[in-house]
């Protein structure tokens, strides 16, 4: 078995969204009440929340862009300007949370407390770049995450794995000149974000670092694992990542209501050993998840018990 981190708040279940909508406060419960349930609790380390700074968020995104945040959620406007984002009273808050907790896990990573970890956060973060919250992120959890462990414990390449069923279009724009870092991404195409063509693979320093693999509509198992395997372990074995991060978005799992993958529990588990076992090879096993999407309550509950009992090995 091996020491794995969980970090949450339920303050985060304060971002608002308004009734119906599926990026819900509920989703924060629904994974928590399942880990509790299947007594998975009791063998994670929690690890403390804490909020970003705005020093750390601006490692991934423009002043300009945090002080619009901050403003329109001081005005009480419904939605944020720049994209289909909800926002209300807390959810400045809550996404600070989101990312300062990707940041205590990369934290407890690095101090060797923990050999990888889980972070259970919401508003998701994927599809928020630079300058733009979109697709109901605001700030981009796991960019941040990635820039930190790069500034305070000298990760010069970090790899991104995003198997959730849209494109991390925010990481890919963060990171497509960057060069420290590697950006692989599946996800179901033609589909919302409408980007992540395999013709998209990087710029200048980042040349051939972004690694998209579009899939139809339908795909599961065998082509998420086959894109897995084929395309991004040898990315791996060329770049040789000092740390490995995980957008874990289980709306590609089967049934979910915004998108068409086929995912099952399992192969959730599988996808994580494959990442596992390849962090074990180049960076000492270091791996944080941040959770993205999934919306089915009961998909995404059940989904990530499979992806935290294979970061734990209790298989
Ligand atoms: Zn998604």
């Known amino acids: ?8 708040d339920p303050a985060m279940r304060l971002h608002h969204t308004g009734a119906g909508h599926p990026e819900q406060p509920a989703r924060l419960s629904a994974v928590m009440d399942r880990l509790e349930l299947l007594g998975l609790r009791d063998v994670l380390i929690d690890i403390s929340p804490r909020k970003a700074t705005e020093d750390e968020i ?3 995104h ?3 862009y945090i002080s619009l945040v901050t403003a329109e959620v001081r005005q009480h406007r419904a939605e944020l ?3 289909d984002t909800i926002i209300s009273e807390h959810s400045l808050d809550a996404a600070l949370l989101g990312a300062g907790c990707a940041l205590a896990a990369i934290d407890q990573v690095f101090s060797g407390a923990v050999n990888n970890a889980f972070c259970v956060v919401r508003p998701p973060g ?3 770049s630079a300058a733009r919250g979109m697709g109901f992120c605001l700030f981009n959890n796991i960019a941040v995450a990635a820039r930190y462990a790069r500034t305070k414990f000298g990760a010069e ?5 995003d198997w959730d069923v849209h494109h991390g279009n925010g990481t890919q724009d963060i990171f ?3 060069g420290g870092v590697l950006f692989f991404s599946t996800h179901q195409s033609p589909w919302y974000p409408w980007t992540g063509a395999a013709t998209e693979t990087g710029e200048g320093r980042g040349a051939g670092l972004t690694v998209n693999r579009p899939l139809r509509a339908g795909a599961g198992r065998a082509e998420i694992m086959d894109a897995f395997r084929h395309a991004l372990l040898p990315k791996l074995a060329d770049f040789r990542p000092d740390l490995l991060l995980i957008s874990a978005g289980f709306d590609s799992r089967m049934n979910d209501p915004l998108g068409q993958f086929a995912l099952s529990d399992s192969d959730f ?3 994580t050993l494959l990442l596992l076992e390849a962090a074990d090879r180049y960076c000492g096993g270091r791996v944080v998840s941040t959770l993205e999407g999934g919306y089915s309550l009961s998909g995404l509950a059940s989904a990530s018990a499979a992806h935290v009992r294979a970061l734990a090995q209790i298989l």
């Open 62 to 64: 423009e002043r300009s």
């Open 176 to 178: 497509y000149e960057d």
């Open 58 to 60: 601006a490692l991934a």
């Open 81 to 83: 300007s720049t994209g």
């Open 1 to 8: 078995m091996l020491k794995t981190g969980l970090v949450t």
């Open 269 to 271: 588990g599988d996808l």
């Open 126 to 128: 994927h599809h928020a």
């Open 157 to 161: 390449r970090v790899a991104i794995a």
